[in-house]
């Protein structure tokens, strides 16, 4: 079967107020929590992407009971901390990092044995930064070289309570950790010298576990979890993913006349790297009506088109905006100046090596870009369109197609793109989104 490929158009300003599916990291969260709730719960505003679908997929087998009712809520019932019962097949992954490395630790404390299996994307990503703490808890593994999927798990009961320091900045190696530690008599303790998302400790407080957040006089953040927890079932209301208003927000400033509003986006601060970023670039982007919704902050956020200028990126930063960087590379292309990004030696082992495959579709497409090992240097073209070009190769990476399409909107010929099934594993709707916007897609 041909890849369904996209081409995208210069287009004229986006303009329209919408809104994006639900927060990835957070929906994830709810589908997982609620599953160890005892009772049920109820879950508004769940993306419903290939991500997501692979978590709920997993823990139906696992034997939770995950329904999506007629007006699009999902209700969970949840089984009990340490109540995941074997599954009898392979776990299917797709593509999803999150899914495979946070169950593993959810799974790392139960009796049972399970084996992990992903898309050739996944197959390529490290499982060693959560196999090893894991192991430390008792677990034992079987994984492919380079400790890689397929991996098979067998959970350690009852598993030994550590105190891990994160070696990488990384939100999964931290979740994975306290969700072994739900159901590990005593204490397990996490030390984050660099704050990273932080929806896992939020969504335990709010389902009742006993988790403490502390600061070491380094600012490191500690947190601890007491083991054998019950969890309450909550109700839910997932804000709109930050990660995939990202899209949008980059190709509103970038097409001249645009005006856009995104209405309900999630703004945890742990997240809002990339708007501070592009305000700091010149970016007109205004956060109205801040509120709350269900532990998360939220606003609005309307963008204009504007003139950007280069920028050097804080490396201490970078988990705020992690997966953003994609999207940011763009509008670096388009500012005027040269941007240096670095210390971003994690984005080579996301969906795809999102250093050298942004460097390759940007020259593609006649950007000026240098790769360097931890990050890139690009010469924007001030405003001026891109050239266009392709087809850009996006190696089943969400975020790679997305970026190179918003990239096609802001040039001379516009941009194709050689697969764009990978956009469902995060965005559904993207492309009608952008076309309702009015983007030549
Ligand atoms: C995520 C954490 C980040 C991010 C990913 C989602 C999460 O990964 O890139 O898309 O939900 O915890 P790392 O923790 O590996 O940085």
């Not at 997501?52 to 034997?63: K, N």
Request: charged fraction near 20%; charge should be negative.
């Amino acid at each position: 079967m041909p890849r369904p490929a996209m081409f995208t158009a210069p287009s004229r300003g986006l303009s329209g107020t919408i809104s994006v599916p639900g927060d990835k990291s957070i929906s994830h969260r709810a589908l997982m929590f609620s599953a160890l709730a005892v009772g049920r719960s109820r879950v508004e505003g769940l993306l419903e992407g290939e991500d997501v679908l692979s978590t709920a997929a997993a823990l139906r087998a696992m034997g939770a009971r995950i329904e999506r009712d007629a007006d699009g809520v999902w209700h969970i019932d949840g089984v009990g901390v340490g109540g995941l019962l074997q599954p009898e097949t392979a776990l299917d992954m797709g593509n999803s990092g999150t899914s495979t490395r946070l169950l593993m630790g959810l799974l790392a404390s139960h009796d049972l044995t399970a084996t992990f299996i992903g898309d050739a994307s996944l197959s390529k990503r490290p499982m060693g930064r959560v196999t090893e703490p894991l192991s430390l808890m008792g677990a034992e593994f079987v994984s492919s070289p380079g400790g890689r999927l397929p991996l098979t798990m067998r959970g350690a009961v009852p598993a030994v309570p550590i105190e891990y320091c994160l070696p990488v900045a990384s939100a999964q190696v931290k979740s994975a950790v306290l969700l072994a530690g739900l159901n590990t008599p005593g204490i397990t303790r996490v030390i984050e010298p660099e704050a990273t998302r932080d929806h896992s400790e939020r969504m335990l407080a709010g389902f009742g576990a006993d988790l403490t957040i502390e600061r070491d006089a380094d600012g490191a953040r500690i947190i601890s979890i007491r083991g054998e927890a019950e969890l309450k079932p909550q109700q839910i209301i997932v804000p709109g993913d930050p990660s995939s208003a990202a899209f949008p927000i980059v190709a509103a400033l970038i097409v001249p006349g645009s005006d856009v509003t995104i209405t309900g986006v999630g703004m945890n601060e742990t997240r809002t790297g990339l708007i501070k970023l592009l305000q700091a670039m010149g970016a007109q982007i205004d956060l109205l009506n801040p509120r709350d919704a269900g532990g998360e902050p939220v606003a609005d956020v309307r963008v204009r088109a504007s003139s950007l200028t280069a920028i050097e990126n804080d490396p201490a930063d970078a988990p705020s905006m992690i997966d953003e960087f994609p999207i940011a590379f763009i509008a670096a292309a388009l500012a005027k100046g040269r941007s240096v990004f670095r210390g971003l030696e994690e984005l080579r082992v996301k969906e795809s090596d999102r250093i050298a495959v942004m460097a390759a579709g940007l020259r593609q497409i006649g950007a000026m870009v240098e790769e360097t090992p931890d990050g890139l240097i690009i010469e924007g073209t001030g405003g001026e369109p891109l050239e266009g070009g392709g087809p850009v190769e996006t190696h089943l990476d969400h975020r790679i197609a997305m970026s190179f399409a918003v990239a096609g909107l802001a040039s001379y010929k516009g941009v194709t793109i050689d697969d764009m099934r990978p956009v469902a594993t995060s965005f559904p709707g993207f492309v009608d989104m952008m076309r309702a916007l009015g983007a030549s897609a």
